[in-house]
């Protein structure tokens, strides 16, 4: 996969598969218009190193580098092959996975929370694990009408809720009253019970 890259810049191993802003976005619509045809849900999973600016100040710039590389490594990690990595502001990245729906989606982010803090503990020991990522996690159910800018803006915002949060540092965007009935549908009750297929 592209990258995405500016030409004449060199990204390191783990952001080998990022796509840049715009590309992202055209993902995102072009996953919308699947959806349109009958696709059941799209998951986007927004995520940036929390107290971004603390950890600079008191680590220096490198260390913000290293953990931030390292969040795009546990998500890499944790893709699979219709997913999509997107840098989509310094310092913040989004996974969009597609046919994901609301609780495997927030089961998601979880793993990756984990893995980030394992990777930072076994890169950097108990001082590693001072350093944490927050995640805003949002979701569209088929019908609902969505653009990949919306979609992104509204990532954006619950990311931003996340970092807000003195510990845990993830928000959910809450479903309208409307997506309730059909929130988790018998494909996503296999995962939550019996794992991947």
Known sequence: MN???EPGTALPAAMARRRNARRFAADIAGELARMARG???LSLVCAGVADRETVRNRLG??????AENAL???????MKGCDSLGRIAEGRLAL?????GLYAARLHGENL???????????????GLKI?????????????????????E??????????AQRSAHICQERPSLSEHPALVHSREKRFLFFGEE
């Open 3 to 5: 990258s995405g890259a």
């Open 132 to 152: 944490t990522c927050a995640l805003g996690i949002v979701c569209i159910g088929q019908g609902e009408r969505s653009g990949a800018g919306d979609l992104l």
């Open 96 to 100: 969009l996975l597609p046919g994901v």
């Open 39 to 41: 696709r059941n849900e």
């Open 61 to 66: 710039a490198a260390a913000l580098a290293r």
């Open 72 to 78: 795009a490594s546990a998500m890499r990690l944790n």
């Open 113 to 127: 929370q984990k893995a980030f803090a394992d990777k930072m503990r076994r890169r950097h020991g108990a001082e």
């Open 154 to 163: 509204r990532g954006g915002r619950a990311l931003q809720n996340a970092l």
